[in-house]
């Protein structure tokens, strides 16, 4: 019943942008804190952003700090990744998450839900 449904991704140039929408359904979803992680060819998931449900508060990896943004539409019940200065160290699938519990935001491990992911491509 609960899904969580990422845009389309792209392929882009190296400097370029590109925005990420997921849409989550079947849940209370200003109750949860969302994430954005990624998995790159070879290469475990990793954690790219988080906003958490209540407070406020947003979570970044130092790879993507200034560069990514993160925020959410209640109303629309989406997270969005905003992504600028895309490089090719980037390309990844990207995975959005959802977090009931309030948990470790930079843990895949303690995510509840998530996304089929979707295919970013930045070419240098």
């Known amino acids: 019943q609960v899904q969580l449904v990422e845009s389309e991704g792209g392929l882009v140039q190296a400097g370029d942008s590109l925005r990420l929408s997921c849409l989550a359904s079947?849940?209370?979803?200003?109750?949860?804190?969302m994430g954005w992680f990624r998995q790159a060819p070879g290469k475990e998931r990793e954690f790219v952003a988080a906003?958490?449900?209540?407070?406020?508060?947003?979570y970044y990896a130092d790879s993507v700090k200034g560069r990514f943004t993160i925020s959410r539409d209640n109303a629309k019940n989406t997270v969005y990744l905003q992504m600028n200065s895309l490089k090719p160290e980037d390309t990844a699938v990207y995975y959005c998450?959802?977090?009931?519990?309030?948990?470790?935001?930079?843990?895949?491990?303690?995510?509840?839900?998530w996304g089929q992911g979707t295919q970013v491509t930045v070419s240098s």
């Open positions: 998450a959802a977090d009931r519990a309030n948990g470790v935001t930079m843990s895949l491990h303690v995510y509840d839900y």
């Open positions: 079947g849940l209370t979803f200003t109750r949860y804190t």
């Open positions: 906003l958490t449900s209540s407070g406020g508060r947003i």
